[in-house]
């Protein structure tokens, strides 16, 4: 716990928190949760991580940083349900847009950052595709523990999130490569100059997403949804939510594990490649590892990198590849990959459904009508799709599909095989005139 160490010494594998229940006290139900409501002036209870501490208690209170993450909301959504294929009443959506960054990732930087302040860390860094980077960003300039130090690949991050590192006074290294590049790097950097590194190949991050699962139970009075969907980059969500999961049946809080759909987006589909294709299974911790290294020499020799309009994702080489096999093991998983033409409609039909996301979330909602479609999920099924980003932290990619500006369509996804914009909503243009502009609101409403 006092050492800044993210792989095992002997084999190099990522390190995994392993609490000892015996010695601890976990609650012997989850609704025991629903005291600390009454208590929300106190900010671990406030916190929508922390007030799950009994199950991820590697922290004492006094060293917990919290800036009131996990605000989060679980919203029944019969509009893209329908675009999915679902009953009413039967499809949720995790709004995890709604944390102080924007993402899912405050989650899991809470717990890193808690324990990089506990050890007493003066700087820290990740390399990121702009999510991570944000939540970094945002938790040093509250905090002013620590100086953030971001890694992102050059033009391979969106404005909004740029935007937010810049604003919030990380140290910003732009490097000529893409997030693959960016993250080879900033562990080299770490390690030789002593920087805590926040990416998810630390544990910790884990720890604390392990409670977006633990937000939708509470949501669904503790029941247990039939399938989560999670769009699918470093993996990091998918193995924490595998974790929660196997963790709540050991202490005998949950009688059932939901079953786990992981999208990819084509461009960027190692783990659909390695898991649906070539057959690699965590295999009860024995993975067959040469089926891993012989997909990864092929991607290097054919100079193989990834590419989506799903920036948020676009990653070939996710660190949490074996977490996550272990998670598709304990949830009986699926992996499925979706067009960037089959992500951006979802996107339109969750954003005109209600709440909105960026182009990686909407993953989730495209994969799940897939699995629908193949009659994997069933329409009466509840399935809950984690909406992982804010629909502001990509406007390039929302204006580009609603454009009338065939130029622009082309030049922003015509480029990545997006053809048709079936959903868009397309601005009216009218000259500065009363009578046109009235004219245009009577044929258009
Ligand atoms: N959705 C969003 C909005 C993300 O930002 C990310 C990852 C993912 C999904 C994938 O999650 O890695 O747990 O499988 N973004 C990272 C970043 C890589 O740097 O912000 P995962």
Known sequence: MDEVRIACKNCGELLDVKYDWDRLAPPSSLSAFEAKWARRTD??????????????????????????????????????????????????????????????????????????????????????????????????????????????????????????????????????????????????????????????????????????????????????????????????????????????????????????????????????ELYEKRGLRWNAGQPDESIERKFYDEMNAAQHRASTIASAIEINRPVNLMKCLRALEICDGVVREVTDQEILDAKAQVGAGGLGCEPASAASVAGAKKLRKEGVIGADERVVCILTGHLLKDPTATIAYHTTDQDEFNRVLGSRGVRRAEFANRAVSVSNDLDEIIKAIQLYS
């Open 43 to 272: 900010p671990l209870c406030l916190s929508g991580v922390w007030r799950f501490h009994e199950l991820l208690p590697f922290a004492p209170p006094e060293k917990i940083v919290t800036i009131g993450e996990g605000q989060t909301l679980l919203q029944a959504a019969d509009g893209p349900g329908k675009f999915v294929g679902m009953q009413p009443g039967r499809l949720f959506l995790q709004y995890e847009g709604l944390n102080p960054s924007g993402s899912f990732k405050d989650n899991g930087m809470t717990a890193a950052f808690t324990h990089a302040h506990s050890i007493g860390a003066r700087r820290a860094a990740c390399a990121s595709t702009g999510n991570t980077s944000a939540s970094l960003a945002v938790y040093c300039s509250v905090s002013k523990l620590m100086q953030a130090v971001i890694f992102i690949g050059s033009g391979k991050i969106s404005y909004g999130k740029l935007s937010q590192a810049l604003e919030y006074g990380a140290l910003t290294i732009q490097i000529a490569g893409d997030f693959d590049d960016a993250m080879l790097r900033v562990k080299e950097v770490c390690s030789q100059l002593g920087i805590y590194l926040v990416n998810s190949v630390n544990p910790f991050r884990l720890e604390g997403q392990k409670t977006i699962m633990l937000r939708v139970l509470e949501s669904l009075g503790w029941e247990v949804p039939d399938w989560i969907v999670v769009p699918g980059g470093n993996l990091g969500n998918s193995s924490a939510f595998g974790k929660a999961f196997a963790e709540l049946k050991e202490l005998g809080l949950i009688d059932r594990i939901p079953r786990l759909a992981i999208i990819n987006a084509t461009g960027a589909n190692t783990l659909h």
